[in-house]
């Protein structure tokens, strides 16, 4: 107990007498991760946008070939190609701002960006006559 306790101690006076400081990391000295409001924003507009347009395209005729079902229309097909375009959109980013947290700014003009694009859509959608 005694050779512990003198062990202890010379290992506690070497430590202090070194000229510089021993610190040790703490999981609160890693900055916290910080996800933008801005960009969850930017999801939203994007999916409400992307849903504003299936709405505005369903049952009527539809031009693109590949969201056109058997008959000619928007319907079931269109739906799902069009939310897989939008989860394809949205996913990657989750695992690339972990990487790159400064693309977070680009992803939100992005995201913006395109939700702007299918808005026109829509509005351009319901000015067509069925």
């Not at 507009?45 to 928007?74: H, K, Q, Y």
């Not at 190609?81 to 972990?98: E, T």
Request: proline share 5%; glycine share 6%.
């Amino acid at each position: 107990m005694i050779l512990r306790l003198a062990c202890f101690a010379l290992l506690s006076v070497t430590c202090f007498a070194q000229s510089r400081h021993i610190t040790i990391a703490h999981v609160e000295d890693t900055p916290p991760r910080h996800t933008s409001r801005l960009w969850v924003a930017s999801c939203v507009a994007l999916v409400a946008a992307t849903s504003a347009d299936m709405a505005s395209s369903w049952g009527r005729n539809e031009a693109n070939p590949i969201l056109r079902s058997a008959d000619g229309r928007f319907g079931a097909r269109g739906v799902s190609i069009k939310l897989a375009m939008a989860g394809a959109m949205i996913a990657p980013q989750f695992f690339v701002m972990k990487r790159a947290p400064g693309s977070q700014r680009l992803f939100t003009i992005a995201n913006f960006l395109q939700a702007g694009l299918y808005t026109g859509v829509a509005i351009r959608n319901y000015g067509v006559p069925e």
